[in-house]
């Protein structure tokens, strides 16, 4: 039977989401854990990859098994079996085919950024000394939805067939001593959301004008775009599917 696993992880440890050659990944630790307590080689499939240092407060990944009679057992055993900063919040059947990556229809990111040094939170946001200003920000990130081509923020060396996204919220919010940005879309490219972030932030900080933001955007080139922001202010928060999928 195929079902899917939800999932939450402090990105701080880990060299992303998806196995690397020499370095320890959440879907690695997370693949030997299932396959120890199955006694059989399991292989999960990820709803997309987070990069080094990014955190997740929901992610899907689809495993197929043979069927399990007692599922909330089996997530409190597997979360035993894991270390303290990965945990399972869910797992559920699904439709045979069901795919975490190709039937989301949607993944939604925050950014958070701390305007007050906090001791108990500096490895998950970013702290700026200086506030930006956010309805700058915000005029950037309008500018964001009427666009579909995002290769000026993508990785350069990719091998993605599009840079093409359907960008279906980008706001930034203002939530006591942070702010947070919320970026919604059908996909996205690698290292996408930070170089965002990083740009938004010079037009908020009044080193970018607003209007220059599309002039970035259609020369479809990195080095226009700004710096990317920290890894660990990122969050992939929600990966949203069609209700169809579950059993």
């Known amino acids: 039977m195929r079902y899917f696993i939800e999932l939450a992880y402090n990105g701080k440890n880990y060299h992303g989401w998806q196995i690397q050659p ?17 006694r059989t080689e399991i292989k999960v499939t990820g709803a997309g990859r987070t990069d080094t240092g990014v955190h ?8 197929d098994m043979e069927k399990v009679i007692d599922l909330n057992t089996m997530q409190h055993r597997l979360n035993s079996f894991l ?11 699904v439709q045979d085919d069901a795919h975490a990556r190709f039937d989301a229809t949607a993944r939604e990111y925050e950014y958070h950024i701390s305007l007050k040094k906090d001791v108990f939170d500096h490895e ?19 500018i964001l939805l009427g666009h ?3 290769q000026c923020f993508s990785r350069s060396k990719t ?29 996205f490219l690698r290292n996408m959301v930070r170089a965002v972030v990083g740009t938004l932030l010079e037009i908020g900080y009044g080193k970018l004008p607003v209007n220059e933001l599309k002039t970035i955007l259609d020369s479809k080139n990195r080095s226009n775009a700004g710096a990317s922001a920290p890894a660990h202010g990122l ?13």
């Open 159 to 187: 091998d993605v067939k599009t840079y093409y996204c359907d960008i279906k919220k980008a706001i930034w919010e203002e939530r006591g001593d942070a702010l947070v940005f919320i970026i919604q879309a059908d996909r």
């Open 124 to 142: 998950y946001s970013y702290l700026v000394h200086q506030k930006p200003d956010l309805t700058l920000m915000n005029e950037g990130a309008k």
């Open 148 to 150: 579909q081509d995002f």
């Open 22 to 38: 020499d370095a320890i990944s959440v879907q690695e630790v997370l693949e030997k854990t299932l396959t120890t307590f199955l």
């Open 235 to 247: 969050y992939l928060a929600k990966v949203i599917y069609p209700k169809t999928i579950r059993l």
């Open 83 to 93: 270390p303290k900063d990965i945990s399972i919040q869910d797992i559920f059947p």
């Open 56 to 63: 997740a407060k929901q992610l899907f990944a689809h495993v």
